[in-house]
C-alpha cells in the first residue's frame, strides 16, 4: 500500500498560522485533559489572545503549550519553526542552517539554532536490533596530508538489521573505532545470539562470545561470500558521507552525533512520511 505524501499543500492546510500552530501544540500536550489540574473541574481551557497560553475558566491556572519545547522561549514566529520542521521532513540530504536562512529570512544564528533543536528530535531509540546484523566503521572529515590517514577525522560505528525494506539502523560518533568503543557498543545495541557480519577488522575478532560471527575479507578482495557482507551498512554510509558533503560541507566532531542521528532517523522512517512524526515529536518535552 502506497502511503500518501506529505506535501507542503498538506503543510498549509494544516497549519495556515501562527493559531494554527499553537492549537496544535496544545492538542498534542493537553488535548487529553478533561478536568483542571488546579481545582479539578470538568473544563474547557481557552486561548488567551495574542498570547501564547490557555487558561482555566474557574480558577485561571494557566497551560502553557511551548514550555519545555523546542520552541520555548524562542520568537521565531510558530510558522517558521514548523516549515522549518516540514523541510527537515521532506529533505533527504539534510537541510544546512543558510538553506533555512533563505528559506524563512531569519539570521543565520537564528536558523543555525532552529537547525540543532530540530536534529535534538531525531534521536536514535534505544530498541535493541536483531536477526542478521552487519557492522563496520567510516571516517567522516577532511583529508589530512600527515603520515596517519585517520589524522583530523571522527569515527563512525554503525549497526545495521539485513531485513529488506524494514531493516533498522543504529551509528555512534567516537574519537576512535577500537575494540573498547565498538564491543560495548555492539553489547548494548544487539540482542544476545544476533548473527553478525563484519569485514576482517581485529575490532570484532571477540564477538564470537556473545553473536554468531562471520566476515569477508576486503584485503582480498573478497565483498561477498554464501550472503554474507557488508553492504547495506556501506550503502548507509555513502548516502551519510554525500550528504554531509554535499549539504553541510564541513561539520565539527562535536556536533557529528547529531547529523548523525538525523540520517539514522531518516533511514529507519525511509517509507514513511516523517513530517507528522517530527510535528508529532515537538509536542514532548526536550528539556
Known amino acids: 500500500m502506497r502511503i500518501p505524501r506529505y506535501t507542503i499543500d498538506t503543510f498549509h492546510q494544516e497549519f495556515p498560522n501562527d493559531d494554527a500552530c499553537l492549537e496544535y501544540m496544545f492538542q498534542k500536550r493537553y ?10 473541574v470538568q473544563t474547557k481551557f481557552y486561548r488567551i489572545k ?20 523546542i520552541f520555548h522561549k524562542s520568537a521565531t514566529p ?13 529533505g533527504k540530504n539534510g537541510v544546512s542552517a543558510m538553506e533555512l536562512e533563505r ?8 536558523a543555525w539554532r532552529m537547525a540543532k533543536q530540530i536534529r535534538f528530535m531525531m534521536q536514535q531509540n534505544g530498541g535493541k536490533l536483531s536477526g542478521i546484523i552487519e557492522a563496520d566503521e567510516t571516517y567522516v572529515g577532511g ?20 531485513q529488506k525494506g524494514v531493516g533498522q539502523v543504529k551509528a555512534i560518533a567516537t574519537k576512535q573505532a577500537d575494540a573498547t568503543v565498538t564491543l560495548p557498543f555492539l ?41 554474507v557482507h557488508t553492504n547495506t551498512i556501506e550503502g548507509f554510509w555513502g548516502q ?20 548523525v542521528n538525523e540520517f539514522v532517523y531518516r533511514y529507519n522512517h525511509r517509507h514513511v512520511s516523517v513530517v507528522p512524526f517530527l510535528l508529532a515529536k515537538a509536542g514532548q518535552t526536550v528539556r
Open 78 to 90: 510558530l510558522t517558521k519553526w514548523f516549515y522549518a520542521i516540514y523541510l527537515f521532513g521532506v
Open 50 to 69: 495574542a498570547r501564547k497560553y490557555y487558561k482555566c475558566p474557574h480558577c485561571a491556572f494557566e497551560l502553557y503549550p511551548l514550555a519545555n519545547t
Open 31 to 40: 488535548g487529553h485533559l478533561e478536568y483542571c489540574p488546579k481545582c479539578a
Open 103 to 110: 528559506h524563512l529570512g531569519v539570521t543565520y544564528k537564528t
Open 240 to 259: 551519510l558521507k554525500r550528504s554531509l558533503d554535499g549539504t553541510y560541507h564541513c561539520v565539527s566532531p562535536k556536533y557529528l552525533q547529531l547529523y
Open 187 to 227: 553489547k548494548a545495541n544487539i540482542e544476545p545470539g544476533s548473527t553478525l557480519q563484519t569485514d576482517e577488522s581485529r575490532i570484532y575478532s571477540r564477538v564470537k562470545r556473545d553473536f554468531t560471527h562471520s566476515f569477508v575479507t576486503h584485503s582480498k578482495l573478497e565483498y561477498v561470500r554464501a550472503g
Open 143 to 162: 583529508k589530512s596530508r600527515l603520515e596517519t590517514k585517520f589524522q583530523n577525522k571522527t569515527a563512525v560505528v554503525g549497526i545495521v538489521e539485513k
